[in-house]
């Protein structure tokens, strides 16, 4: 099986990316629409409140599914 590589987007970076505002993110993690370990992941593990890395992919794949509106800018790669 071929290794597909990950786009990882800061938080910033994802918002723009997908249209959405800081808060409609964490209204999402708030309501496990996106999860920690499968849609994001911290920066630093050791750090509880360390900043948060996005793969596109799977949060538009997630969001594409669940019927929420989405419109997906393109991000160079």
Do not use: D, F
Request: charge should be positive; glycine fraction near 4%; proline fraction near 5%.
């Amino acid at each position: 099986m071929a290794n597909k590589s990950c786009t990882w987007l800061t938080t910033v970076e994802l918002c723009h990316a997908l249209s959405v505002s800081r808060s409609t993110l964490c209204r999402w993690q708030q309501r496990r629409v996106l999860r920690q370990g499968v849609h994001w992941v911290r920066k630093n593990p050791n750090a509880p409140q360390s900043n948060q890395l996005w793969n596109l992919e799977r949060c538009t794949q997630t969001l594409r599914g669940s019927g929420l509106p989405l419109e997906v800018q393109k991000y160079p790669a």
